[in-house]
């Protein structure tokens, strides 16, 4: 099993490519078997979770022709089965975004329920409600998700908490429902922003996404498109980090900087330099960093997918720091491992109280999830010594080419399959 071998120390420096969003690419790539015509995305980045959706895309007959790493032509006009259950797809959550999609254009969908990162009880419900409101039938039998209706027809629903599976997933069967959709209380992350662009872009008629209202006007039919994924919010608010966590200066390029607000703000309140231009940040963090107070919130609030990192650089941050996760109640996992490495973190309940030290040193560590991952790679950075770092099939869900982007900032850091190989490492690095 390949683990990433790390020698910590070295602080990060220079420049890093930011690819395409997953979490906006799960959504499209489902979405694009809502029209028979052929539909062209660039900027899909290959990370194992957008390969996994492909594959049982292509197990349904959809046609999926990756014309170069991060391009993908896909036309489902021979889809020929409604029922999406292999062990693969309950890997991952975005499978149940074909439910919203295939009921759309099929009236019918059959999906194996979702697995996804273990980081809380990642309900369903609102998706469920948000179906039956546009008139389908929804069961689960044997481990799938079963929708099904005669005719969808366009409604007024009132999401209890904000979701951003739930918002796309029913604006999605709402594209092809007769008649006017008002979700309210729908999330306002970008990838929610960038579905409704892409739908918006076959033909659908959707407004307001990106506000807490979105309308949409259901069309008969979508046609196909043209399309470019935006730049992945959290892939670079991660490199934004590490450059704080490793005291480095790293500038992440093509972004989308209003997406990395909140981000922003908390690296300067921590006494890093954020410099913004148009497609590209870069932060410096030359002077001791200090605590603060954070709460994650759906977007524009601190993402949920950044409280493992910012802990991370908390706990090497002077003075005491209180983290508060709102959103999944199982999201600290991580504290055990990186309490191995030196931090001082005492969880209660949904929050975190850090008492900052001076230093990590190396241990060798399990990544628990995606983020928490490559948060704990960025703690071995930091740290003092070697670590290793097991699990690293959750970091490759989510990360492209994670070490090798690392690596090109001046990290040691390799993927090593065996203790021979960590002790070559340890003398090629020693
Ligand atoms: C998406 O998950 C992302 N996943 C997550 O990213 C991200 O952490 C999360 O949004 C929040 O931003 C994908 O986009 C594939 P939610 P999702 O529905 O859609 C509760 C990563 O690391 N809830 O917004 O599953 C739920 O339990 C991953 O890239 C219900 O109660 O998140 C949670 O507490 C991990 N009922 C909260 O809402 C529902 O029907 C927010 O969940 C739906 C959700």
């Known amino acids: 099993m390949q683990q990433y071998a790390i020698r910590g120390g070295n ?8 690819g395409g969003a997953k979490n906006a690419a799960l959504p499209i790539l489902a979405a694009s078997v809502m ?23 292509d197990n349904i007959g959809v046609m999926v022709k990756r014309t170069g790493r991060h391009e993908v032509t896909l036309n489902a006009s021979q ?4 029922v999406v259950d292999n062990d693969n797809i309950k890997k991952i959550r975005a499978s149940y975004y074909l439910i919203g999609a295939m009921l759309a254009k099929y009236k019918h969908a059959e999906v194996a329920l979702p697995g996804g990162c273990d980081i809380g009880s990642r309900a369903i419900d609102q998706h469920i409600k948000g179906f039956r409101a546009l008139g389908a039938e929804v069961t689960i039998e044997h481990g799938l998700i079963k929708t099904k209706a005669e005719r969808l027809v366009g409604s007024h629903i009132y999401m209890d908490l904000v979701s951003v599976g739930a918002t796309i997933n029913v604006m999605m069967a709402a594209t092809l429902a007769e008649g006017t959709t008002i979700i309210e209380n729908s999330a306002k992350e970008p990838h929610v922003v960038d579905l409704a662009n892409f739908l918006n872009s076959m033909g659908a008629n959707i407004k307001g996404a990106g506000t807490d209202v979105i309308r949409i006007k259901g069309v008969e039919k979508l046609h196909g498109t043209e399309y470019a994924i935006i730049p992945d919010q959290i892939e670079a608010g991660t490199f934004m980090f590490a450059a704080a966590i490793t005291k480095g200066d790293v500038t992440v390029k093509n972004v989308i900087p209003k997406h990395l607000e909140s981000i922003t703000a908390k690296l300067l309140e921590i006494g890093c330099e954020v410099k913004e231009a148009d497609d590209c940040v870069r932060v410096v963090a030359s002077k001791p960093l200090h605590h603060t107070h954070v709460k994650t919130l ?7 997918d950044m409280q493992p990192q910012i802990t991370v650089a908390l706990a090497l941050s002077q003075g005491t720091s209180i983290v508060t996760e709102s959103i999944f109640e199982n999201r600290f996992r991580y504290v055990d491992e990186l309490t191995r490495m030196g931090a001082s973190i005492k969880v209660e309940g949904t929050t975190a109280i850090i008492e900052g030290v001076s230093r990590y040193t190396g241990a060798s560590i399990s990544a628990p999830d995606l983020r928490a991952g490559a948060a704990l790679v960025m703690a071995a950075l930091a740290a003092e010594g070697y670590s290793m770092v097991d699990d690293i099939k959750y970091i490759e869900r989510g990360y492209e080419d994670f070490h090798l982007k690392l690596q090109s900032l001046g990290a040691q850091i390799e993927l090593v399959e065996t203790e021979r190989d960590f002790q070559k490492f340890k003398l090629k690095t020693g």
């Open 11 to 18: 602080p990060l420096v220079g420049e890093v490519e930011i």
């Open 79 to 82: 889809i020929h089965n409604l």
């Open 298 to 304: 759906p977007y524009p609030g601190f993402p949920t």
């Open 35 to 57: 029209t028979d015509e052929t539909v062209y995305i660039e900027n899909v980045p290959d990370v194992r979770d957008t390969n996994v959706l492909l594959a049982a895309m």
